[in-house]
């Protein structure tokens, strides 16, 4: 344990969650918690003889997931959960939007808009009930609401359909209500009512980002870099997501660590380019990146990787070697303890196998291949294909699972595309900086645009390959 005590206490952690997934529903609450006391305290006992303390500790960290888990499933007797049945309810609902717009599509000639909702009551039978919990509402309007809104709605509310997990997909995400309504039966009661003036800044940000790709940039290419740079996917075609989803670069379009990585790098370079000393650059590139989160609405896969980038420029910053283990272990505990339920979510096992993957097998496969290294191309090459590869072997069979497709093309695609991504970041970094200037304004979206459109091609083109990628039931 005293190698890699981070990452042990994260399988430790996992392995609790796991368990009380597992657990009959008549071992409640009460029990766990008097369980993990019992470790705790035993672990303090038994402290002269460490084997026997630390096991311990880590059953008592394995209990307290499990006591965490169960938790997150307990609700308020006036949760929305225990309220609504399977059919539609059409009522008058009172509540807060939580988050900038979702998704917004065309539906019969007019824009479906989704928020998230924190609901405060429903009416019934002329009387208001004081309920809670998050719903996702959608409204039939042009009209642009905003974190901190405060809404009389009328329209009907119901629980999510339970067919192909999408119920317990968004339960997951604590969604238990699905609000659907036209701008003719909303009733604007408050503006900024209870919001958090650090997300409603960050929100604020994010959408006049989005507005400026959507004025300057064409359909396609900038929801395209709404998607990269915003995790906002849901106005990019679907013939554009199919081609990427068949060459295995699907990656590209839910911000990661690649994007991280390679944010965090811009940002550093651009301080260093601007004479900012070596401490102060890395303390704006962690302060840059925390920023990053809220601003791509909290996504698992980018809290994990701004958590490990995090701890790895603190490391820097004092001047101490970080294991990379260790700083995954932080990255996986901190995301659970904020919502164990998170574990069962692709897109959090997605994103730390790929990880784990390249952590475990490129610095061996990087030995086997030490005698084709001796010059900086050929390491640079040899190190791209070697991730290439392991991220796709670590993730191939939960792929396969979850999506019925395997995608062997994978490992060449990205080899093509990953390069013409960073040259594209770079690009929409500078159009962010410079975008309001007549010439570099100009200049940038053409410069965007072609990228944007390569990688396109590209990913048409290896997404096309017979035998590039097999579907399965």
Not at 129 to 153: C, F, H, M, P, S
Request: glycine share 6%; net charge positive.
């Amino acid at each position: 344990m005293n190698k890699r005590p981070l990452a042990i206490i994260a399988i430790f952690f996992i392995l609790g969650i796991i368990l009380a997934r597992s657990l009959p529903d008549s071992i409640r609450f009460p029990r766990i918690f008097i369980s993990t006391l019992i470790f705790i305290l035993t672990s303090f006992i038994f402290s002269k003889y460490h084997k026997i303390s630390n096991i311990l500790l880590l059953l008592s960290i394995t209990s307290f997931a499990s006591l965490l888990y169960i938790n997150s499933h307990i609700y308020s007797n006036n949760h929305i959960s225990h309220f609504l049945a399977e059919e539609k309810l059409k009522t008058s609902i009172a509540g807060v939007i939580k988050s900038p717009v979702l998704t917004r599509k065309p539906y019969y000639g007019k824009i479906n808009s989704t928020y998230l909702f924190e609901i405060e009551g429903v009416k019934v039978n002329e009387e208001w009930l004081g309920l809670e919990g998050l719903a996702q509402i959608r409204l039939q309007t042009e009209k642009d609401y905003a974190y901190g809104d405060r809404l009389l709605v009328k329209g009907t509310v119901r629980r999510p359909r339970n067919d192909n997990y999408y119920r317990e997909y968004l339960e997951r995400q604590n969604i238990f209500a699905l609000i659907n309504t036209k701008e003719n039966y909303v009733t604007l009661l408050e503006q900024g009512y209870k919001s958090n003036p650090v997300l409603k800044y960050t929100y604020l940000i994010r959408e006049r980002l989005k507005a400026r790709i959507i004025e300057k940039m064409p359909l396609e290419k900038g929801a395209f870099l709404r998607a990269i740079l915003m995790g906002d996917r849901s106005e990019l075609p679907k013939h554009i997501q199919t081609s990427f989803k068949n060459s295995g670069t699907m990656h590209i379009l839910a911000i990661s660590g690649l994007h991280i990585g390679l944010i965090a790098l811009l940002v550093m370079y651009l301080l260093r380019f601007l004479r900012m000393p070596r401490g102060l650059y890395y303390i704006f590139t962690i302060l840059f990146l925390i920023f990053f989160i809220p601003f791509t609405l909290s996504r698992p896969s980018v809290m994990r990787a701004v958590l490990m980038a995090c701890v790895f420029l603190v490391g820097r910053l004092l001047g101490r070697g970080v294991d990379v283990y260790n700083s995954l272990g932080i990255a996986a505990v901190f995301i659970l303890i904020k919502n164990p339920k998170d574990l069962f979510n692709v897109g959090f096992q997605l994103s730390f196998l790929a990880v784990l993957s390249i952590l475990f097998f490129v610095p061996k496969f990087m030995k086997l291949l030490e005698r084709y290294t001796d010059h900086y191309i050929k390491k640079y090459f040899c190190m791209s294909l070697t991730v290439s590869i392991t991220a796709w072997l670590g993730t191939a069979l939960l792929i396969l699972y979850y999506f019925r497709i395997t995608t062997p093309i994978a490992i060449i695609s990205n080899l093509f595309i990953i390069p013409v991504l960073f040259i594209l970041l770079i690009g929409s970094f500078a159009f962010f900086l410079l975008g309001w200037l007549p010439f570099a304004g100009s200049f940038l979206i053409g410069f965007n645009s072609l990228f944007a459109g390569i990688i396109f091609e590209l990913a048409d083109f290896f997404g096309s390959l017979r035998f590039g990628h097999f579907y399965l039931g």
